[in-house]
């Protein structure tokens, strides 16, 4: 074989799409997967969809567990059954949500905003994205002439469960001390705050929840309430406190 035969050969091969390849991006629709989903869903058997679509039991069977790849004829006729465009057998699945947040890559943040804080708090779930709730460590000093409590408020709503120590929650006129082991749920876009009922530091997870309340807050006593800018620790995203 000649040296241009030989280069022309190469060229040919670089051109031409990697059969390897072809199966891991069909590999990776995992149109199977979707297939089998469908029809579990609909609590289906695999011989009442092959009635529906004309196709064997066996040969869906095959399908689903990806020994076969379906013609584009045979992926309609699924299609169809379930009310799915053919689309939604290429679409990009969204991935589902698993992140682990070790102790030792968290970080101690004091309460902001204040000369002396009584809070300090960690967040739970810093590494997820567009996040619909927010968890904390909150940890409440006990309080000193110097510390003043300051009640906040924000869309949403808020779980809060005290995991040691003694922790004062004031919610509108509405006054409760919780101790180890006690939750609370509340609506965050009353005034309220929390403060350390004991000598010794309260530590208490909190999550708030990004969902506005179905109606407005309810007028209450709320002298001295201030309104968290956004970004703060006081704010929607944060762990609330006492200052």
């Known amino acids: 074989m000649s040296d241009s035969a030989v280069v022309r050969s190469d060229e040919t091969q670089k051109s031409q799409v990697d059969p390897e390849t072809t199966e891991r991006v069909i590999s990776e629709k995992r149109i199977g997967e979707r297939i089998k989903r469908l029809r579990l869903k609909k609590s289906m058997g ?14 869906l069977s095959q399908l689903e567990t990806g020994r076969v790849v379906p013609t584009l004829r045979n992926l309609a006729r ?13 679409e990009t699945e969204p991935q589902a949500v698993f992140r682990v947040h070790r102790r030792k890559d968290r970080v101690r943040l004091p309460q902001t905003g204040v000369e002396n804080p009584t809070y ?5 779930g810093y590494l997820v994205p567009d996040r619909y709730m927010d968890p904390y460590f909150a940890e409440f000093q006990p309080l000193t002439r110097e510390m003043e409590p300051r009640a906040h ?11 040691e120590g003694d922790l004062e929650v004031h919610h509108g ?12 749920y ?3 876009s009353t005034p309220h705050s929390y403060q350390c009922a004991g000598k010794k530091p309260a530590g208490a997870i909190i999550v708030t929840i990004h969902q506005a309340p179905p109606v407005g807050p309810i007028p209450l006593r709320a002298a001295g309430v201030a309104k968290p800018a956004p970004g703060t620790p006081d704010s929607p995203r944060t762990a609330g406190g006492n200052g």
């Open 46 to 59: 695999l011989v009442e969809l092959g009635k529906h679509t004309g196709l064997s039991a066996s040969f």
């Open 78 to 90: 699924i299609a169809m059954v379930f009310s799915k465009d053919l689309s939604y057998f290429f």
């Open 120 to 124: 300090f708090f960690e967040s739970l």
């Open 153 to 163: 408020m924000h869309p949403g709503f808020e779980f809060l469960y005290v995991l």
């Open 173 to 184: 006129d509405q006054v409760c001390t919780l101790g180890a082991g006690d939750a609370l």
């Open 186 to 188: 509340f609506d965050a």
